[in-house]
């Protein structure tokens, strides 16, 4: 990840999380973290002051999905009809999630997304911040540019060359990039093992459910 850039980007017109943990995911300038226990405590917001949960962020002119080829995108703002931003009811209501019977009390709650197999395609619902984190489940689910589960490291570099690993290296490491279009709010959260990409999640910049 980036020298010096951290994720403390004040906003004040969308849901931001805290990032927590004991190693924060940093993210360079430009362009982004996966799932913890069903239940995870957050530590204490950062500088970032977040609305409450149940508004969206604006789907403005970013493209969210893309059935051409038989490809989704994730991303930069949600996947498909479930953003980043909503609330319980507003996810449910998508369709798109494996519906939670609850909202926590605080911290996050761990769910998946509908079509996703066991064990993959995790989201998080954020007391604080609605859904914060959406996990790609397979290949055929791309970032607009064309990142998905299965890149190689040097393709993934081309296309993000601001990503930088916040442990590991540049074959086998994990690390962040602002989401291209969406207004350095949102990152993906990049894994890269043995020189190809492994994870690849969409998250809010500060989200307060894992490290």
Same mark, same amino acid.
């Given at each position: 990840? @980036? ?7 004040? #906003? ?7 990032a927590?943990? @004991?190693k924060?995911? /940093? #993210?360079?300038?430009? =362009? ?47 996947? *498909? ?16 999630v494996? @519906?939670? =019977?609850?909202t ?6 761990? *769910?998946n ?8 395609? +995790? ?13 790609? +489940? ?6 607009p ?17 601001e ?6 290296? /540049? ?11 969406g ?11 043995? *020189? ?13 459910? +894992?490290?």
């Amino acid at each position: 990840m @980036p020298k010096a850039l951290t994720l403390t980007t004040t #906003v004040s017109t969308v849901l931001l999380l805290a990032a927590c943990g @004991p190693k924060p995911v /940093q #993210v360079h300038s430009g =362009d982004a973290a996966p799932a913890g226990s069903p239940e995870v405590t957050a530590s204490a917001p950062t500088t970032v002051t977040p609305t409450s949960p149940g508004t969206a962020l604006s789907p403005s002119t970013a493209t969210t999905t893309n059935t051409a080829g038989g490809s989704l995108v994730l991303g930069p703002l949600g996947f *498909g009809s479930l953003k980043l931003g909503m609330n319980r009811q507003q996810a449910n209501a998508t369709g798109m999630v494996v @519906p939670f =019977d609850s909202t926590p009390a605080s911290g996050c709650k761990l *769910g998946n997304l509908r079509d996703a197999p066991s064990g993959k395609g +995790y989201v998080h619902l954020s007391a604080a911040r609605g859904i914060a984190t959406i996990d790609a +489940y397979n290949s055929s689910i791309k970032t607009p540019e064309g990142v998905h589960v299965g890149t190689s490291a040097a393709d993934m570099h081309r296309i993000y060359p601001e990503w930088e690993p916040t442990d590991g290296d /540049q074959n086998n490491g994990r690390g962040g990039v602002f989401a291209p279009g969406g207004d350095h709010k949102t990152v993906y959260r990049i894994f890269l093992r043995n *020189g190809v990409v492994t994870e690849l999640t969409l998250q809010l910049q500060n989200q307060d459910c +894992y490290e």
